[in-house]
């Protein structure tokens, strides 16, 4: 089946830095992607989503970069702080699952005071 | 308000006892799902709910079964299982079944077999 998947397991950045997190999916007809946060013991939050009509969002903070000729997303998050501290998941969905999340593997963020 | 809500938080049980999780959300969303997941791992599909009708069974073992009593209200019953099984369940839920948009998850139960 489709899979996405992440670059990295673990991130290490120091506190006030800027944070990127990469994901490669590999369903060319994904239309809808999707970032969760996931602090310890917690369930996953929703960070930010984006439909393929297009290749970039902003949140407070976070910014969501979609690049459909590589298959590739990736999330920024400005000014790091300790509270972004967690477990970061993308996910994608399309059509052809139902729009059931394909979920990737996983990175965890840590910040470095 | 995105607000899904779990009981119990957490959840000690022996392999021979029956109990529930139960999971509610008040956002009128017509989709509703519980997830299983392990530590380090993303989240797994167990069931899908539409419009309070079952539509996705991800092959899984019939000592959990669902219930959806209520388009507010989602339960996962659970008997006889086994330690394998303890894991962080999470009820999620979605405006639409087939919509690509936003699933909102609760917290979850932390459950352990014994």
């Known amino acids: 089946g489709e899979s996405v998947g992440l670059h990295l397991p673990t991130l290490s950045v120091q506190e006030g830095d800027n944070s990127i997190i990469n994901c490669a999916y590999s369903?060319?007809?994904?239309?809808?992607f999707i970032w969760y946060k996931q602090e310890s013991g917690k369930g996953p939050q929703f960070i930010i989503d984006?439909?393929?009509n297009m290749d970039k969002r902003q949140g407070q903070r976070v910014t969501v970069l979609l690049n459909k000729t590589v298959k590739h997303l990736s999330l920024q998050i400005a000014a790091t702080q300790p509270g972004d501290s967690a477990v970061y998941f993308c996910?994608?969905?399309?059509?052809?699952?139902?729009?059931?999340?394909?979920w990737g593997a996983g990175t965890k963020l840590i910040i470095k005071p | 308000d995105t607000e899904v809500t779990q009981t119990p938080k957490h959840l000690v049980m022996g392999m021979t006892n029956k109990k529930s999780l139960k999971c509610e959300q008040h956002?009128?969303?017509?989709?509703m799902y519980w997830y299983k997941q392990k530590a380090k791992k993303p989240p797994e599909l167990m069931f899908v709910?539409?419009?309070?009708?079952?539509?996705i069974n991800e092959s899984v073992p019939s000592r959990f079964s669902p219930e959806c009593p209520n388009s507010s209200l989602l339960n996962l019953h659970l008997h006889a299982l086994q330690p394998e099984d303890s894991a962080l369940y999470l009820c999620?839920?979605?405006?639409?079944?087939?919509?690509?948009?936003?699933?909102?998850f609760g917290e979850g139960s932390w459950l352990t077999v014994v």
């Open positions: 999620a839920s979605r405006q639409g079944y087939d919509s690509g948009n936003t699933i909102y």
């Open positions: 956002m009128g969303h017509r989709a």
């Open positions: 709910y539409s419009y309070e009708k079952l539509s």
């Open positions: 369903n060319s007809a994904s239309d809808y």
């Open positions: 984006i439909r393929s």
């Open positions: 996910a994608d969905s399309s059509m052809d699952s139902n729009y059931q999340l394909i």
